[in-house]
Structures are given as structure tokens and as C-alpha cells.
């Protein structure tokens, strides 16, 4: 499975219900699945009393995993590498069934009978990406790297969090390895470096970085929406690009219609009004969204004082995990 492919609109757990282009602006790390990483069981034959275990977490039967991985991990019967094994799957188990706290206990349970098991490094730091913890996160995905440090994954997800938490130029570092690594990250890095490099003030390199994923998804509204404003803080005129890729489609569904007000073809007002609509679970996100969008084109139109007031409020609305809110901080700090 192709990350590119996987995480065209991620939250910060696989399955997260969003689909479409809107979630590309949420974080995007930790949308990689067990799979891609190679973190099954593999050929390894499980002990017995693992494999009902395994069985059920394989089957995303989570009540049972939690059960019967309980049962494997405490029977005392169990090698500290087996029991620490037993613990992973009882935290991922946790995991899926968003009891973060008790997954990351399981976790800890793990590291202590194994201090060298990298996996659950990996997936402790996934559960605390899911609680916005996203310093600790770090952390755990640096012992992974420490363990496995051809790990192109974890380099990816903590470049991630490093682009979240104002660590910009160690996020750069964290994607160039993670495309060294494994190609399939060479897109998806492309387009976390330029915000990181836009982050930065670093216009024309982010330019560049973001057209270089919109080569392969030259239709991603969002890519399109952050290379007008790349473009037009390295002084550019951003108008006739993103009329000449969007000009001429249907820009109904959010973000299309901040999509047709960089265009010119639409109002604030429309762009306000069309942030209410759709499904419920999403309109403060899209609220969020329409005040960083709005307020970064309202500043590069001249009228400051309505632009810093738009970003205010992405600044302090949008969640953690939004590139939107960063970027608000950014210029409103600048």
C-alpha cells in the first residue's frame, strides 16, 4: 500500500470516517498502517498461548484481543519477550478502541519487560499522537529510530509531529531521510517540507517543494490553495496558476469554494457561508479553516487589521493537528 495513496485525507488513526481532499490538511502521520511497516508477526511461530491473541487483534475483534491478550500477558507463563509481545498487542487492542491511557499502560508494560522492543516504542508514540501529546511522541519515535534507525516510518510521523510542535528544520531532516529511506515517501515528504519550508519564510524552496507534489496531485485543492500563498509571499502572482489548474470545475465541496475565492470568483462572505455547510462532525474544523484561509488572503490584499483578526482565530479554533493552525501562529508571529 502506497503511502500516497493511504493517506489522502488521514487523521491521525486509519479509518478515521473522513474522505476526500479535506483532511490532507490535518496531520497525516500517523495514518500508516501496521502493514506498511512490516510490524506483523511475521513468520515467527507465536507461542500457543499467544496465538488466540493475535487471532483476535488480526480479526479486529478488540473486546476478545483485550481479553485473551490480558490473559496471555499475565498468565506468568510467558518468556519477558513473549509477555512484552502479549502487552504490545494488548495495546493496540486499547488503541483501536481509543482507551488511550489504558494502551499506553500496556505499552509501558512492554518497554519495561523489553527496553529494546522498537515496535512498541512505534506504537505508544502512534497513541500518544492520538491524545495530542505530540512532545512525548517524539520521543518515542526517536528510541524507535535509535533501534531501528533504517525505520523510514517512524522518520516520517516524527518529522510530522516535529512540523506541529515549531521544530521545522528537524522536520526537513526527518522527511529527506524518510524519502531516502523508501521512495513511496518521496511525494508525501515534498509536500510536509513545504509547509515546513513556508513555515520557515522560506517562499521560493516551498514553492517549489509543494509543486513538486501537485505533479502527482494536481488536483489537490489544498496543495493548490498552499502554493498560492507560497507563490504570493515569494512576491509572485499567485492568481493565474491556480485559475489555470482549478478554473473550470465544480468547487462546491469544501475547500472549493476558498478554492473559487482565490480565484476571484467568490466572496468571504460565500466562503463564511459555505463553511456551515455540510456534515456536522466537520463544521468547526471548516470554521477553523475559512479563518486561516481568509485571513492570510485578506492580508496579502492589503487590509491587515481584518487579516490578523481572521488568523486570531484559526490561531486559537483549529485543532493541534492543523497545518492551518500553525501557520496562523506563523504569521501572526511574523
Known amino acids: 500500500m502506497a503511502p500516497a495513496e ?20 490535518r496531520f497525516v502521520a500517523a495514518a500508516l498502517s501496521a502493514a506498511l511497516l512490516g510490524l506483523g508477526h511475521g513468520a515467527e511461530a507465536a507461542p500457543r498461548e499467544l496465538q488466540a491473541c493475535y487471532d483476535a487483534n488480526d ?28 502487552y504490545n498487542d494488548l495495546g493496540m487492542a486499547y488503541n ?10 500496556s505499552f509501558d508494560q512492554a518497554i519495561k519487560l523489553r527496553p529494546d522492543y ?28 535509535a533501534l531501528h534507525p533504517d ?7 516524527r518529522g510530522s509531529d516535529r512540523l506541529l510542535t515549531g521544530q521545522y528544520t528537524e522536520a526537513i531532516y526527518d522527511f529527506e531521510q524518510a524519502a531516502q529511506l523508501n521512495a513511496d515517501y518521496t511525494e508525501l515528504s515534498s509536500w510536509n517540507t513545504g509547509i515546513a519550508q513556508y513555515y520557515l519564510g522560506r517562499y521560493p524552496e516551498a514553492v517549489t517543494s509543494i509543486k513538486r507534489y501537485l505533479a502527482v496531485k494536481p488536483r489537490f485543492t489544498y496543495g493548490g490553495l498552499w502554493l498560492y ?51 456536522p462532525d ?41 497545518f492551518e493552525r500553525g501557520a496562523a501562529q506563523v504569521l501572526l508571529d511574523r
Open 151 to 157: 525505520d523510514a516510518t517512524a522518520h516520517y510521523n
Open 118 to 145: 522498537s515496535e512498541a516504542f512505534y506504537d505508544r508514540a502512534l497513541t500518544l499522537d492520538s491524545k495530542e501529546a505530540f512532545a512525548q511522541a517524539i520521543a518515542d519515535y526517536s528510541k524507535a529510530i
Open 282 to 322: 466537520y463544521l468547526s474544523d471548516q470554521a477553523c479553516q475559512a479563518s486561516f484561509y481568509i485571513g492570510a488572503w485578506t492580508l496579502i490584499s492589503g487590509d491587515k487589521a481584518g487579516g490578523l483578526r481572521d488568523l486570531n482565530e484559526a490561531a486559537t479554533t483549529c485543532p493541534k493537528s492543523f
Open 6 to 25: 493511504s493517506l489522502d485525507y488521514a487523521g491521525v488513526t486509519t479509518g478515521s470516517g473522513i474522505s476526500g481532499d479535506f483532511v490532507h490538511s
Open 96 to 105: 483501536a478502541k481509543e482507551n488511550y491511557d489504558q494502551a499506553i499502560k
Open 59 to 86: 480479526a479486529q475483534d478488540w473486546d476478545q484481543a483485550i481479553t485473551l491478550c490480558g490473559r496471555a500477558a499475565q498468565s506468568g507463563q510467558l518468556s519477558d519477550v513473549d509477555a512484552a509481545r502479549a
Open 229 to 279: 500563498l507560497a507563490e504570493s509571499a515569494a512576491g509572485r502572482d499567485a492568481k493565474p496558476n491556480i485559475i489555470a489548474r482549478f478554473g473550470g470545475e465544480d468547487l462546491g465541496e469544501w475547500p472549493g469554494p476558498i478554492v473559487s475565492l482565490y480565484m476571484g470568483t467568490a466572496t468571504v462572505d460565500a466562503v463564511r457561508a459555505a463553511a456551515k455547510q455540510g456534515d
